[in-house]
């Protein structure tokens, strides 16, 4: 409905008339691909995510809603770099709920999101907060209670490769600079839907 409005009312509010951003239908239309590629793909998902695969009638609308988080966190993070708490935390006690529900590898899952978190809090700390946020050790927590111990280390692996490849990319097109920050809750958030939907073609069955 928001996409139908907005192209109905050629791009401007209803009432004053002022032009609306591209941004607001773009994300509308993002996310819209998104929940379309979750239902599609909600096999492969269960699949390459057992807690997924576990869930039974709940694991789509759980999907969506980490989905939907994750997605958010992308866009917040890219535009102003920080990763809101709020969603974070949201996703860590929908997925904490669903690991009880399931009942099993809660231990394991837990350890899991410990561990990411604990993998990126020492470069935090190595690096007093320039080479990584607090926001993305707790977004670590939170994707390593969804992923376990070995899809979250591919996971991870896959953030950093892509996030110094663009990083490249940027510094040679001129569009960053060493020593310049870059939001990395991006290349998390890309890297978690590769793994979720793609985690196959990373030897994760």
């Given at each position: ?28 239309f ?20 057992p ?23 992308f866009?917040?993070d ?40 604990l ?8 690096t ?5 946020g607090?926001?993305?050790v ?6 390593g ?22 990083g ?25 839907f ?11 069955k």
């Open positions: 409905m928001p996409l139908v409005s907005y192209i109905v009312l050629g791009a401007r509010c209803k009432r004053c008339r002022r032009k609306i951003s591209s941004r607001y239908p773009l994300i509308e993002s996310t819209l691909i998104l929940f379309i590629l979750a239902a599609v793909f909600i096999d492969k998902a269960a699949v390459n995510v807690l997924v695969g576990s869930l039974g009638l709940i694991a789509l609308p759980f999907l969506l809603l980490v989905l939907l988080l994750f997605w958010g966190i866009i917040v890219l535009e102003r770099q920080i990763i809101p708490d709020e969603m974070v935390f949201i996703g860590m006690a929908a997925t904490l709920s669903a690991l009880l529900f399931v009942g099993e590898n809660f231990y394991i899952s837990l350890l899991s999101g410990l561990a990411a978190g993998f990126l809090l020492i470069i935090n700390l190595a007093r907060g320039r080479g990584m607090m926001g993305d707790k977004l670590a927590v939170f994707a209670l969804i992923l376990g111990p070995q899809k979250a280390s591919v996971w991870l692996f896959l953030a950093f490769l892509t996030g110094a490849i663009i490249l990319i940027l510094i040679v097109i001129g569009r960053a600079r060493f020593g310049k920050k870059i939001a990395f809750g991006p290349f998390l958030v890309i890297s978690f590769a793994v979720v939907f793609y985690g196959e073609y990373f030897w994760l």
